[in-house]
């Protein structure tokens, strides 16, 4: 039984949730996000609050229970408040830089890398060596910001690389370290 699916959303001032067969649109002050919903599941909007109930009690629609209220509670979630994930660069020569619509990140390689930043997010940098990914779209945001990290992952040894803010890296001891 999914306990996330039974969760009653509350929809916030001047947002409006609509729901068009299987679409499910939600409006708000930042923009207008929407999502589908698969048949297994029954999307109800009333006295500003929105809540989803299975069809039936097959594997599948069960699955989906839970999996449509975290989406539409994202949704929500990002026409209000918006979504963000910071990062950071750590190594010597390791930097990051805005030109224009395009990042461009030293970090180590012959040339630098240039990452064409997709429409309807923004990347603001703090610093030479910290940026933040902002945008509506939650699922648009984690993955432009694993594009980024992916370009030189943190490694153990001496923690060089890109990662996230909040993000740990554990770290190893070199071969001296056994003898």
């Known amino acids: 039984m999914s306990r996330i699916g039974n969760r009653i ?6 947002v409006e949730v609509t729901v068009n067969d299987t679409i499910v649109t939600v409006k708000g ?3 207008t996000l929407s999502t589908d919903v698969t048949g297994d599941v029954t999307v109800n909007i009333s006295n500003n609050q929105v809540t989803l109930t299975r ?3 097959i594997k599948r629609a069960k699955q989906m229970h839970g999996t449509a209220n975290a989406n539409i509670a994202n949704l929500i979630e990002g026409v209000t408040n918006g979504f963000s994930k910071a990062l950071e ?4 020569g390791y930097r990051f830089q805005l030109k224009g619509n395009k990042l461009v990140i030293n970090a180590g390689y012959s040339n630098p890398v240039e990452l064409d930043i997709p429409q ?20 648009a ?8 990290r992916k370009v030189r992952q943190p490694e153990p040894y001496k923690g060089k690389g890109i990662r996230y803010k909040d993000e740990h890296v554990r770290r190893k ?3 001296k370290a056994s003898k």
């Open 9 to 14: 959303l509350s929809i916030p001032e001047g």
């Open 29 to 31: 002050p930042k923009g």
């Open 55 to 57: 069809k039936s009690e």
């Open 89 to 92: 660069i750590n190594g010597v």
């Open 120 to 139: 309807g997010l923004q990347v603001e940098a703090t610093s030479n060596t910290e940026i933040t990914v902002k945008g509506i779209d939650k699922q």
């Open 141 to 148: 945001v984690g993955e432009f910001a694993a594009i980024i």
């Open 173 to 175: 001891e070199g071969k």
